[in-house]
């Protein structure tokens, strides 16, 4: 029949296909595949030998939830591990695209074949799976980014990105002219709703009429529900955009197109939007992913919870887009300054959530960081529904 | 829609693909690395096209030629799609592209409320009703619709008048992964203009879903489509406007209601249901 020819055509699509896949097993970093079939009986042994003798390579395990280059979250994290890695006597495995399973167990125990001693497991939901091969290899230190418990040998870290999208909504409460802003979020974790808190009472500070609506879209990266988002905020007046989604890329573009002012995430997003763009909370992990590893290789590391904020650097505010004008980034930066001071504390008392009541009392000084880390409610200002 | 309209035509010829969300990745992917390489979005439409015909049409080859088993074969196509265009998308996650523009027609598009959503879109999502028009005509009016329902019927049949059963299975199926592969196009060109690994996020799999609620009809399919997409759409917009809504309850909406549909039509979806489905046809055709 006439269509023969194609035939061939179509088997080698299936070998280029076997081959991409091929490739992209070893791309992911795990390329002892065939070496992993008994590993709970030697590798502890393997872990203590390279552990003990620090002047020896130490190798490092990375793992992402994404690509590293997601223009995010993964990205932000990705160049902590660069910083490691200039480290001398470092080596660094990573792995990416890592799902928040038990195979994320997996690819911790294979780094662990490979000599690892110390693994940055960098998604929230890597953190049970940490724990638990934690048990059984207790001569290697898992450091987990924005875990919310410890074990024996695994420890904390995250930043208060919240400190930075209060001062983002100094920018946003300024820029807009119908006093509407909308924030794009996942889920409703803590984390998120600490951070659209933060920029609707720092927006508030500065214009007293601002709102903020919030959008969740149920999806760490999800493109077209965040850009169809954005279109709906736009229909209803909103003019300024805040994100909490691993992949903000996609709405700062979709604000650009709309004409709306945007703040990003996790990295500085300011070439997609060259007239809308005002700033975003970043992070900066480098010092601190040297330090931890630092301390781990020199033994003095103790098992903790470390939370930084601006003043420690790992939390900064991105450059400002020209649509910042002068007299708002040096308000911004002297509110900076009484934060960084301790003069300013947002979460001070009287907080009053969305149905009016009280939740900080007046007077009250900003709780600690691990009990603001339990916030579930949205504050006055914020409109939209958190949903269970 | 356009995936969905595809899956109509594919399972018209009596093959069910279940990688349908492959082809839209697919489709979705090739776009969006021709539109970045050259600046065309127009270009990238038509990539989308091929790509997804391509793919589509592994999924024939398999099925029709080697009579394969349909369910594994297309989800081995949709796992393929995502590894794929994981690896060949990678270095486009950060390229920015020329996305598709949106037209307004003048005059409706500024009416009150409903005139931005209905009047204010890209090519792609205007096409799409008079496409749906043209394939209900095609698959109910025309001869050829005759000879694609016959071969959904009974391929035996088909092939004992003299048609040709594999031919109008192969194109059928590799037409209907071109939609999907233009549904994927309209993502990564219009709506998101951006890719991400998994860019679709599950939408080729609610195609597969409409197909069934829309008993094998093109129109049909395409107030399904216009129904889910809207549920998507309602619930983003009425949080957009303060009220709340659970996100996760109106996603699992059109399955919701496919269960429904399967409930209420069991009989009349019967008739509907393209008796070939159920089996592989081995003839020389």
């Known amino acids: 029949m006439g269509i023969l020819p194609l035939h061939a055509g179509r088997w080698l699509l299936c070998l280029a296909t076997v081959l991409a896949i091929g490739l992209l097993a070893v791309a992911c970093g795990s390329d002892d595949e065939s070496e992993t079939t008994d590993g709970a009986a030697t590798s502890p042994a393997a872990g203590s030998a390279s552990g003990a003798a620090s002047a020896k390579t130490t190798v490092i395990g990375f793992l992402y939830v994404g690509a590293v280059d997601d223009g995010g979250y993964n990205q932000a994290a990705y160049q902590g591990q660069l910083a490691v890695e200039k480290l001398p006597n470092v080596k660094a495995i990573k792995a990416e695209n890592v799902p928040e399973s038990a195979e994320a167990e997996r690819v911790m125990e294979q780094m662990i074949q490979q000599g690892a001693t110390i693994i940055f497991p960098t998604s929230f939901g890597h953190l049970d799976p940490a724990i638990k091969v934690g048990e059984k290899y207790p001569n290697v230190t898992f450091l987990h980014q924005g875990g919310l418990k410890t074990a024996k040998n695994v420890g904390t870290y995250f930043g208060a990105s919240w400190e930075a999208n209060y001062l983002a909504g100094i920018a946003a409460g300024k820029a807009t002219k119908s006093n509407k802003l909308g924030y794009v979020v996942a889920f409703p974790i803590s984390q998120t709703l600490l951070n659209i808190n933060a920029f609707e009472l720092g927006a508030k500070s500065v214009n007293a009429a601002a709102t903020t609506t919030v959008v969740f879209t149920a999806n760490w990266c999800d493109p077209a529900k965040i850009s169809e988002s954005v279109k709906n905020l736009k229909a209803q007046g909103v003019d300024v955009l805040n994100q909490h989604q691993d992949c903000p890329g996609a709405g700062i573009q979709a604000a650009e197109k709309a004409g709306m002012f945007s703040v990003g995430y996790h990295v500085d997003g300011s070439k997609l939007a060259p007239n809308g763009w005002l700033t975003a909370a970043t992070w900066d992990w480098a010092k601190l992913f040297v330090d931890l590893v630092n301390q781990v290789r020199g033994g003095t590391y103790k098992v903790s919870q470390v939370r930084l904020s601006m003043a420690d650097g790992a939390v900064k505010l991105a450059p400002f887009g020209k649509a910042v004008p002068k007299d708002v980034r040096d308000q911004i930066a002297a509110t900076q300054a009484k934060l960084l001071s301790g003069q300013l504390q947002i979460f001070a008392g009287p907080i009053k959530d969305q149905s009016g009541a009280e939740r900080i009392a007046a007077g009250a000084k900003q709780p600690e960081v691990t009990s603001l880390e339990q916030m579930n409610y949205l504050v006055e200002g914020v409109i939209g529904k958190i949903p269970n | ?285």
């Open chain 2, 1 to 285: 829609m356009y995936a969905s309209l595809g899956e109509v035509i594919a399972q018209r010829a009596g093959i069910t693909n279940l990688g349908v969300e492959g082809c839209m990745l697919a489709g979705a992917c090739a776009a969006y690395i021709v539109a970045a390489e050259t600046g065309s979005p127009y270009l990238g439409i038509i990539a989308a096209f091929a790509a997804g015909g391509l793919f589509a049409m592994l999924h024939a080859f398999l099925v029709v030629t080697r009579g394969a088993n349909q369910l594994a074969s297309g989800l081995a196509l949709m796992f393929l799609g995502l590894g794929m265009t994981a690896f060949f998308g990678r270095p486009y996650v950060k390229v920015q592209i020329t996305p598709l523009r949106d037209y307004a027609i003048p005059g409706l598009s500024d009416l009150p409320y409903l005139g931005s959503v209905l009047f204010h879109h890209d090519v792609l999502t205007y096409a799409v009703f008079p496409l749906a028009g043209l394939l209900w005509w095609f698959v109910f009016r025309s001869r050829w619709g005759v000879m694609l329902r016959a071969v959904g019927e009974s391929t035996e049949s088909a092939f004992a008048v003299g048609l040709h059963p594999a031919r109008i299975q192969y194109a059928a199926v590799t037409f209907g992964g071109a939609l999907a592969g233009l549904g994927g196009a309209q993502i990564s060109l219009a709506y998101a203009a951006t890719w991400v690994e998994n860019l679709t996020q599950g939408r080729g799999f609610i195609a597969v879903a409409l197909v069934i609620f829309a008993m094998w009809n093109p129109l049909r399919a395409m107030v399904g489509a216009l129904l889910f997409g809207g549920a998507v759409a309602l619930q983003l917009q009425l949080q957009a406007r303060g009220v709340g809504v659970s996100p996760l309850l109106l996603d699992m909406t059109p399955y919701l209601l496919t269960i429904v549909v399967l409930l209420v039509w069991a009989q009349r979806g019967r008739d509907a249901f393209p008796a070939g489905l159920t089996k592989v046809f081995r003839g020389t055709g």
